[in-house]
């Protein structure tokens, strides 16, 4: 992969190391275990990504569903060249953002609720992004994972945002199994180990996007096949 994306954010080149060899254990030792591997082969999950800037962050976020990281990056490059902050996206309105973010699809409705977002942030925090993701999913258009993925990121809340990715490797090895995305969240917040909490939405993303992929997953690869115990897991 040339050029690694998460939410269209873009990271700095990462070195793996290989994996440690740790033996097969039960349920909350698996989890540890998986979570010990993964944080062994990529160290610094985050290296490189701009957290100076949670409204960009957010707004990024928001622009990423159903669409790929290379295209929102470049949009998001493309619409915060004209605006840097919530008083100049709202002035720019919805229909000058809507022409802006038309790539990234459902553009109609993220400018709409990009203007909602940044009017709400001037009237109630005078433009700043709130630091908690319970604060964040009171603003409009923000949701769970939105909100997750920019706590964690911008101020470094012990969170583990949910999304495809996410979802499917959780239940898969498993982590924590269910069938909602809040289900999982929840479930992972309880299971994870609280020193992988920062890192562990990037390394889950990357291994399902990389390695554990809905489709063909690549299981004779995959630094973590000896834990997983999917139906589904080729030898």
Do not use: Y
């Given at each position: 992969m040339a050029r690694d994306t998460l939410h269209g954010l873009r990271p700095a080149p990462r070195r793996a190391k290989a994996p440690a060899a740790l033996p097969s254990p039960g349920a909350a030792e698996r989890v540890e275990?998986?979570?010990?591997?993964?944080?062994e082969a990529d160290p610094d999950p985050k290296a490189g990504f701009d957290d100076t800037d949670p409204f960009r962050l957010l707004v990024t976020v928001l622009l990423s569903a159903q669409s790929t990281g290379p295209t929102v990056a470049r949009i998001a490059d493309a619409l915060f060249a004209r605006v840097q902050d919530p008083v100049g996206m709202r002035a720019l309105g919805e229909a000058a953002i809507t022409e802006i973010i038309r790539p990234v699809g459902l553009g109609p409705s993220k400018a709409r609720n990009i203007v909602?977002?940044?009017?709400?942030?001037?009237?109630?925090?005078?433009?700043?992004?709130?630091r908690s993701s319970v604060e964040m999913r009171r603003l409009p258009g923000i949701g769970r994972k939105s909100a997750e993925v920019t706590a964690n990121f911008a101020f470094h809340e012990p969170v583990i945002a949910v999304d495809t990715h996410v979802f499917r490797v959780s239940n898969r090895i498993p982590l924590a199994q269910g069938a909602t995305v809040d289900a999982v969240a929840d479930g992972l917040a309880l299971a994870v180990p609280e020193r992988f909490k920062d890192g562990a939405h990037v390394w889950l993303f990357r291994h399902g996007r990389d390695t554990c992929t809905a489709r063909k997953p690549a299981c004779t690869r995959c630094p973590v096949s000896d834990l997983?115990?999917?139906?589904?897991?080729a030898t």
């Open positions: 275990a998986v979570m010990t591997r993964l944080a909602k977002l940044s009017t709400a942030l001037i009237e109630t925090s005078g433009g700043a992004v709130p997983c115990t999917w139906p589904g897991k």
